[in-house]
C-alpha cells in the first residue's frame, strides 16, 4: 500500500531564509510520480512541482526545488528566499504509475513565514 | 481555460436535508477525482473516475454519499441525507490521461450541516 508521511505538523523561517519540509512514502510500484501543492489561507490547492521515480535529475520550478533521494524515499521539497506568500499548508503526495490514477497525499506542513 | 469549476462555493444545510455539489471538470481531461478534506482526517479521496466510468469509490464512507458523472463535463457528488458529521470542504479535481501530470483543483465547496 502506497504511504505518505510528512513529519513536521508546523514550521516556522524566518523571510528569506530557505525552508526544506520534509516527506517520506513507501510504494511496491517501481514507477511512481511524486508532487507538491501548495493550499494557501484562501483554500485553493495549487499544484508546485513533480518529481518522477525515473527522473535523472531533481526537478526545479523557481525557487522550488525537490531533494529527491530514492534509496532513502523521501522527496523534500526545498523553497529558496521565502517570502511572506509562501506562508500556507503543503502537502506532499505521491501517484504509482503502474496502478491507477490515485494521487494520496500526506498530512501536510504548515508553513508560516516570518517578516 | 477556466479550470475546474465547483459549485456552490459554500452551503449551508441542516441535518437530513438532500445536498448536491457540482463539478466541471477542464476540456480534454479523462480523469475526476473527489476529495473531502476535515482538520482530523486530511485529504481524503472519495471517489474517482476515467472516461465518466467510476473506478474507485472504496473512500466514499457510507451508502448516503454518492456520485454521478453523466458525461464528461458535469459530475455530482450528493449526500442524502446530511449529517453534521459530513461538514468539509469538498474538492474536485481532473487530470489529463498521462499520469505524470498532477491534478487540477476546483475551489472547493465548503459545506456545513447544522
Known amino acids: 500500500a502506497q504511504k505518505i508521511t510528512q513529519t513536521q505538523p508546523g514550521m516556522f523561517v524566518q523571510e528569506k531564509e530557505a525552508v526544506t519540509l520534509d516527506c517520506t512514502y513507501d510504494?511496491?510500484?517501481?514507477?511512481?510520480?511524486l508532487f507538491w501543492y501548495k493550499q494557501p489561507s484562501s483554500g485553493e490547492m495549487i499544484f508546485l512541482i513533480y518529481q518522477g521515480s525515473y527522473d535523472q535529475q531533481n526537478a526545479t520550478e523557481g525557487r522550488y526545488s525537490l531533494n529527491f533521494q530514492k534509496a532513502r524515499k523521501s522527496a523534500n521539497l526545498v523553497i529558496s528566499a521565502s517570502q511572506l506568500g509562501d506562508s500556507a499548508m503543503y502537502f506532499c503526495a505521491m501517484r504509482e504509475l503502474n496502478r491507477d490514477d490515485k494521487i494520496i497525499f500526506g498530512k501536510g506542513t504548515r508553513l508560516h513565514i516570518l517578516p | 481555460d477556466a479550470g475546474v469549476i465547483q459549485s456552490p462555493r459554500h452551503e449551508v444545510t441542516e441535518m437530513g436535508q438532500e445536498v448536491t455539489l457540482r463539478c466541471k471538470p477542464i476540456s480534454g481531461h479523462n480523469s475526476l477525482f473527489w476529495y473531502r478534506q476535515t482538520m482530523m482526517r486530511g485529504l481524503e479521496l472519495l471517489i474517482y473516475?476515467?472516461?465518466?466510468?467510476?473506478?474507485?469509490d472504496s473512500g466514499m464512507p457510507e451508502d448516503r454519499f454518492s456520485a454521478k458523472m453523466p458525461n464528461a463535463s458535469f459530475s455530482t457528488l450528493k449526500i442524502q441525507p446530511s449529517e453534521p458529521r459530513d461538514s468539509a470542504v469538498y474538492f474536485c479535481?481532473?487530470?489529463?490521461?498521462?499520469?505524470?501530470?498532477?491534478?487540477?483543483f476546483g475551489s472547493g465547496t465548503r459545506l456545513t450541516v447544522v
Open positions: 510504494t511496491s510500484d517501481p514507477s511512481y510520480g
Open positions: 479535481a481532473s487530470s489529463p490521461g498521462d499520469r505524470r501530470d498532477g491534478y487540477t
Open positions: 473516475f476515467n472516461n465518466n466510468v467510476p473506478i474507485d
